[in-house]
C-alpha cells in the first residue's frame, strides 16, 4: 500500500517557552470602553493612554464609576471553546495565588449586551472553570457604559496565540484539570478513539469526508466520539483513560492540557504545517501528539466554516492511521524513514537536468 500520510514537519507560528511569570500591571482609575457596534472596545489609562483595545477604541466620556473593589482584567469573553483557552483563561492565572476578597472577574463581552447572559450560561466549559476558584457567572463583570475603575488589575496572558506559553499556564491548567480524572483509571482503556467533527454546524474547518473516514475507524475497533456533546471534565476523563486519541487537528485536542501527563495523539492536519497552538500545549503536559496531513487534501469554502477540505481516500487514510496508532512508540524512525525515501524520490539528477533542458529546446 502506497503511504498516504506524511508527518507535519513546519509549524505555523512560534513556540516560544518563558519561565518567568507574566506581567501584572495596577491601575488607578482605569476607564472602560464598552463594546461598540461594530465591535470596537478600550481599556484606558487614567490620562487615556490605551492599555488594551480593539482597533481604535471609541473614547466616550466616562458617565460611571464602579464599585471600588478587586477587579482582574481578563480581556475579551471569547465564547469558542478553543480562543477562550487562547484568550480569556490566559489571564486566569493571578488566581491561583490570590489573597484576600474573591475579586470582580472584568471582562469585554463578544456578542450583543442583551443576549450575553443567556449566552454565558450556555458554557459549561466557563463555568466549569469558574467553580475551581469558588467562582460563578456572577462573578463577572461588564459594562454597558464608559466606567471609572478605581483599582484594576491587568495580567499579561500566561499564552499567547501562535507565539508564547509561560510556565504558569501549565500550573493554571493542572489545577483547573486536576479533579476530572482518577490515577487509578489513567491509560486503562486500550480501545481508540477518535474525536469527530462531524455533527458541528459551525466552526473553523470541517473535513467535508469525515463521516466516511469514522466508518472506517469503526470498522477497524475504534469508538467515534462527539466533542461538543461532553462536558470538560468529561472529555478529559476520557482523554487520560484512553491510551491512543485520534482525530483531525482542533480545539478538542487542546483539552489534553487538563487531563493526565503524557496523552498519546494522532492528528490529521488539513496542511503540511500544523498550528503552534498543538506543540504550545503539547509540551505543558508532555502530551505525545503526532500530527500527519494527507498527500491531496484540496480545501475550498466551507459554508458556516472558515474552510472546508477533503481527503483524497478516507478509507485508505483510515487504515494507514490505524496502523500509526498501532505502531506509536516506533512512528519517530518510520516517519524519519518516509521522509527520506520523498526526499530522495524529489532529487533530480545532474543527467536529468540535462536531458530536461535538452528537450525544451527541440
Not at 463577572?140 to 478605581?150: K, N, S
Request: negative net charge; hydrophobic residues 40%.
Amino acid at each position: 500500500m502506497s503511504v498516504t500520510l506524511q508527518r507535519c514537519r513546519t509549524v505555523w507560528g512560534r513556540t516560544e517557552h518563558r519561565d518567568a511569570l507574566p506581567s501584572l500591571r495596577v491601575v488607578t482609575d482605569a476607564v472602560y470602553q464598552p463594546v461598540t457596534a461594530d465591535g470596537r472596545w478600550g481599556l484606558l489609562d487614567a490620562a487615556g493612554n490605551t492599555i488594551e483595545a480593539s482597533g481604535e477604541p471609541v473614547v466616550s466620556e466616562v458617565t460611571d464609576c464602579a464599585e471600588d473593589r478587586p477587579t482582574l482584567y481578563v480581556g475579551p469573553l471569547i465564547t469558542h471553546y478553543g480562543h477562550f483557552l487562547f484568550g480569556t483563561f490566559a489571564r486566569l492565572w493571578p488566581l491561583l495565588t490570590w489573597d484576600g476578597p474573591k475579586p470582580r472577574l472584568l471582562c469585554h463581552p463578544l456578542g450583543p449586551p442583551e443576549i450575553r447572559c443567556e449566552t454565558w450560561a450556555a458554557l459549561p466549559f466557563l463555568i466549569e472553570i469558574l467553580s475551581r476558584f469558588d467562582m460563578t457567572l456572577d462573578d463577572l463583570a461588564t459594562f454597558e457604559r464608559p466606567t471609572r475603575i478605581p483599582r484594576l488589575m491587568v495580567p499579561g496572558p500566561s499564552l499567547r496565540e501562535q507565539d508564547f506559553v509561560h510556565d504558569v499556564h501549565g500550573t493554571l491548567a493542572r489545577f483547573v484539570g486536576q479533579p476530572f480524572w482518577d490515577p487509578a483509571l489513567v491509560d486503562t482503556e486500550p480501545r481508540p478513539v477518535y474525536l469527530s467533527k462531524t455533527r458541528l454546524g459551525t466552526g473553523i474547518s470541517r473535513l467535508r469526508n469525515e463521516q466516511v473516514l469514522c466508518e472506517a475507524l469503526e470498522r477497524g475497533g475504534v469508538d467515534i466520539v462527539y466533542p461538543e456533546s461532553l462536558r470538560l471534565s468529561e472529555l478529559a476523563r476520557l482523554l487520560s483513560e484512553r491510551r491512543m486519541v485520534l482525530g483531525t487537528a482542533g480545539s478538542a485536542f487542546h483539552t489534553a492540557v487538563f487531563a493526565a501527563p503524557g496523552r498519546r495523539i494522532l492528528g490529521l492536519n488539513w496542511a503540511a504545517h500544523i498550528n503552534a497552538n498543538f506543540p504550545l500545549l503539547d509540551a505543558l503536559n508532555g502530551t505525545q501528539a503526532r500530527y500527519y496531513s494527507a498527500i491531496g487534501t484540496e480545501t475550498g469554502e466551507e459554508a458556516g466554516f472558515h474552510f472546508g477540505w477533503s481527503l483524497p481516500d478516507p478509507t485508505a487514510v483510515a487504515v494507514e492511521m490505524l496502523a500509526r496508532a498501532r505502531a506509536f512508540d516506533t512512528l519517530d524512525t518510520r516517519d524519519a524513514e518516509e521522509d527520506a525515501v520523498r526526499r530522495h524520490a524529489g532529487r533530480v539528477s545532474p543527467l536529468q537536468r540535462v536531458g530536461r533542458w535538452l528537450r525544451r529546446q527541440i
